[in-house]
């Protein structure tokens, strides 16, 4: 449902996302690791729309080219992101946020009781700002502002990163949730517990290639991973 053909994207001297093609079908679950750098956020950014490739297609649902449209437009058609930096709106309440994110699908009157029932769902205080919730309640309000966007995909960064077990147990069934209700869902993780728990095929990138794909078993053999996280000439040996 969700198609990258031969992106890629520069910034400056460095090649962010470099020749990438992968493909997403609907109602399944992937992963997306590799190192620091590796380009898997640029990557998010292309398919999402908050960044335009320099090259490649982007296509949606029924082939439908998507790497012109804004990010309001692909989220209108039903594909999310989260954010890695938690940069949620300052000054609006965990409501407010979650009553935006609804009226990308209906009317004030009806979105705001959407965002409430979501909200109770995942027990998200209504009143809070952002500053005063931790980032176990942040994260959450992520995952709850895309699902009451009625998503077709969700694309999640690193939603567990600095969560304590039991916050990231919490993320962990709620995203298998997502998937178990029809929704395609792509997790950028570096907890390799966390992919290899929720994800039968997982894309390696490295330096802003794709360098592997496959199940998390293939994946874990593959000499180009190893060398990619351990340096090369660990690769080789273990190899
Ligand atoms: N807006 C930008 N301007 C300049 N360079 C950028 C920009 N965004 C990313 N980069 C560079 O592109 C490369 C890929 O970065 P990216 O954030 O996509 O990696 P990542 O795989 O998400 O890393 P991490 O695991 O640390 O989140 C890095 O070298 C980064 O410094
Ligand atoms: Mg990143």
């Known amino acids: 449902m969700l198609e990258a053909r ?5 910034y400056g001297a460095i090649r962010a996302v470099d020749d990438v093609s992968l493909r997403v079908d609907a109602g399944c679950i992937y992963g997306v690791i590799g190192p620091n750098g590796a380009g898997k956020s640029t990557l998010f950014r292309l398919l999402s729309g908050f960044d335009r490739p320099d090259a490649g297609q982007i296509t949606f649902g029924a082939h ?5 449209l804004t990010a309001f437009q692909r989220a209108r058609l039903g594909l999310m992101r989260t954010f890695q930096e938690l940069e949620v709106f300052p000054e609006l309440t965990a409501g407010e946020i979650l009553t935006t994110a609804a009226l ?14 979501v909200a109770a769902d995942f027990e998200i205080p ?4 952002p500053a005063e919730l931790g980032p176990g309640m942040l994260r ?3 995952l709850a502002r895309c699902i009451v966007a009625e998503p077709r995909i969700v694309l999640f960064d690193e939603v567990m990163a600095g969560l304590t077990m039991q916050e990231a ?5 709620r995203i298998a949730d997502l998937h178990e209700s029809g929704v395609a869902v792509v997790v950028v993780e570096h907890v390799m517990h966390v992919v290899r728990t929720l994800c039968r095929h997982i894309y390696v990138m490295a330096s802003g ?3 592997a794909e496959g199940g998390p078993n293939e994946i874990a053999r593959d000499p180009n ?3 990619a996280y351990l340096g090369k000439r660990a690769g080789a040996r273990l190899a």
């Open 6 to 10: 031969n992106v890629s994207k520069t």
């Open 64 to 68: 439908r080219r998507i790497e012109t």
């Open 104 to 117: 990308l699908r209906t009317s004030l009157a009806q979105a705001r009781e959407r965002a409430r029932a």
């Open 126 to 129: 209504w009143s809070a700002l």
């Open 140 to 142: 959450r309000i992520e």
């Open 169 to 173: 147990d919490f993320m962990m069934r």
């Open 209 to 211: 290639r794709l360098i």
């Open 225 to 227: 991973v190893i060398a």
